[in-house]
């Protein structure tokens, strides 16, 4: 099993930044991908970034690109998201992912396991 907690998240003006942060555990803890999602209230999960624990390879959603930086701490098992230039259509929940399998990085049925998500409003 793995585990994944998140934290960081917050209350940011627009124009702001914050950084989430992901702390995985677990005997099984060797994943393919490490994504991070979001949900806003009556909206479907939604693909933000991705790393590939391997290669270190990034992948970001159109919406973030510039703005958004996924990076990891192999060593600790973190993975972080640097937040930008945030805006308030950036509120959401936002979710850490590990994806054992070679799989779509982008699709959130690739993604086994997931933390509990960390609330990040913005305001205007």
């Known amino acids: 099993q793995v585990q994944l907690v998140e934290s960081g998240g917050g209350l940011a003006q627009a124009g702001g930044s914050l950084r989430l942060s992901c702390a995985a555990s677990?005997?099984?803890?060797?994943?393919?991908?490490m994504g991070w999602f979001r949900q806003a209230p009556g909206k479907e999960r939604e693909f933000v970034a991705a790393?590939?624990?391997?290669?270190?390879?990034?992948y970001y959603a159109d919406f973030v690109k510039g703005r958004f930086t996924i990076s990891r701490d192999n060593t600790k098992n973190m993975v972080y998201l640097q937040m930008n230039s945030l805006k308030p259509e950036d509120t959401a929940v936002y979710y850490c992912?590990?994806?054992?399998?070679?799989?779509?990085?982008?699709?959130?049925?690739?993604?086994?396991?997931w933390g509990q998500g960390t609330q990040v409003t913005v305001s205007s």
């Open positions: 790393l590939s624990w391997r290669t270190g390879n990034a």
């Open positions: 677990g005997r099984t803890f060797s994943p393919y991908y």
């Open positions: 992912a590990s994806s054992p399998y070679i799989g779509i990085y982008y699709s959130h049925s690739s993604y086994k396991y």
